[in-house]
T-cell receptor, first 113, second 111 residues
């Protein structure tokens, strides 16, 4: 089955540690996205990538970093510079245009203790 | 910049009753509009989308939405709600290869 996988589903880290969230897709999509979801705030775009080896900052990129070395993978690193990292993180992919459907993974809930 | 407003944070509806969720957008050109649904702790699933043509769009699970340019709205409707429709619903507008989401409306279905 084609789809998007995110791992792990739950992640706990101590304050001050960097952590990397995994996102893999086998839909052969060019574009991939990372969103952060907090209660009552909808989804906010962190980073997106339209092609391999290229990515752009979204609305809330501070304290996050990404890489896009392979078409199917778009890992997100939450660094110690992110002031409030506890949140639900969603990865998505699409063919790439504004009219294309974005397909979402199941999400990773990160808790920083 | 585009933005999306979902005026209702929470709606409670009886099973079998009709449902309407409101969405207003702010965008200069013809928008690409989407409705997604999210069950607790899960990812988002597309219900329907609009980008041109007929202003009444049919989606999955019996949902439909109507694009009204004059009101900058894209309201989601379902004639008869099932208990499984309890979830959070997000309206989004697409532009410049990105989506901007509203804050979401949580739907509770009572028996």
């Amino acid at each position: 089955d084609g789809g998007i996988t995110q791992s792990p589903k739950y992640l706990f880290r101590k304050e001050g540690q960097n952590v990397t969230l995994s996102c893999e897709q086998n839909l052969n999509h060019d574009a991939m996205y990372w969103y952060r979801q907090d209660p009552g705030q909808g989804l906010r775009l962190i980073y997106y990538s339209q092609i391999v080896n290229d990515f752009q900052k979204g609305d809330i990129a501070e304290g996050y970093s990404v890489s896009r070395e392979k078409k199917e993978s778009f890992p997100l690193t939450v660094t110690s510079a992110q002031k409030n990292p506890t949140a639900f993180y969603l990865c998505a992919s699409s063919l790439g245009s504004s009219a294309d459907t974005q397909y979402f993974g199941p999400g990773t809930r990160l808790t920083v203790l | 910049a585009q933005s999306v407003t979902q005026p209702d944070i929470h709606i409670t509806v009886s099973e079998g009753a009709s449902l309407e969720l409101r969405c207003n957008y702010s965008y200069g050109a013809t928008p690409y509009l989407f409705w997604y649904v999210q069950s607790p702790g899960q990812g988002l699933q597309l219900l329907l989308k609009y980008f041109s043509g007929d202003t009444l769009v049919q989606g999955i699970k019996g949902f439909e939405a109507e694009f009204k340019r004059s009101q900058s709205s894209f309201n989601l409707r379902k004639p008869s709600v099932h208990w499984s429709d309890a979830a959070e619903y997000f309206c989004a507008v697409g532009n410049d290869y990105k989506l901007s989401f509203g804050a979401g409306t949580t739907v509770t279905v009572r028996a």
